[in-house]
């Protein structure tokens, strides 16, 4: 019963990391566009 425990925590954890990892990267690629400011806007 101790080693279903233990991969049901492994894989949970592993689930969870990977969800992370997943979420930082798409936020870190949306956060980097910057799109060109129109030229009425610049001083």
């Known amino acids: 019963m101790k ?3 233990v ?3 492994l ?3 592993s689930a969870l990391l990977l969800l992370a ?3 930082a990267a798409s936020t870190c690629l949306i956060s ?3 799109p060109e400011m129109p030229q009425c ?3």
């Open 32 to 34: 980097q566009y910057q």
């Open 21 to 23: 990892n997943i979420a």
């Open 41 to 43: 806007l610049r001083r």
């Open 11 to 13: 894989f949970t954890v």
């Open 7 to 9: 991969r049901v925590l």
């Open 3 to 5: 080693k279903l425990w």
